[in-house]
Nanobody, 119 residues
């Protein structure tokens, strides 16, 4: 399984970005997917997760109401729509296959895409 994250970039505070994560393989629809982020000099942290059927989603408190995770199993892709971005959202964003809020519950990781939010 390979995960490829894309969609990062530079945006002003209050702006929006949509991250995408495409997966190889035929088993994408069987697994949950998550997004994590790592700000400079800080530990990687959970952002959002979605289960295999999109019936359950979880968000870190600071992104609730601003970020939306979704997936398209026909396209083997998971998305993270980020609205009302803040400078503190600046980080490298990683997609991963698994479930829950802890990184050790995820067994495949993408390479990361950088999101920079300017004030």
């Amino acid at each position: 399984v390979q995960l490829q994250a894309s969609g990062g970039g530079l945006v002003q505070a209050g702006g929006s970005l949509r991250l995408s994560c495409s997966a190889t393989g035929r088993t994408f629809s069987r697994y949950g997917m998550g997004w994590f982020r790592q700000a400079p000099g800080k530990e990687r942290k959970f952002v959002a997760a979605i289960n295999w059927s999109s019936s359950n989603t979880y968000y870190e408190d600071s992104v609730k109401g601003r970020f939306t995770i979704s997936r398209d199993n026909a396209k083997n892709t998971v998305y993270l729509q980020m609205n009302n971005l803040k400078p503190e959202d600046t980080a490298v964003y990683y997609c991963a296959r698994g479930w829950g809020t802890k990184g050790f519950n995820y067994n495949y990781w993408g390479q990361g895409t950088l999101v920079t939010v300017s004030s």
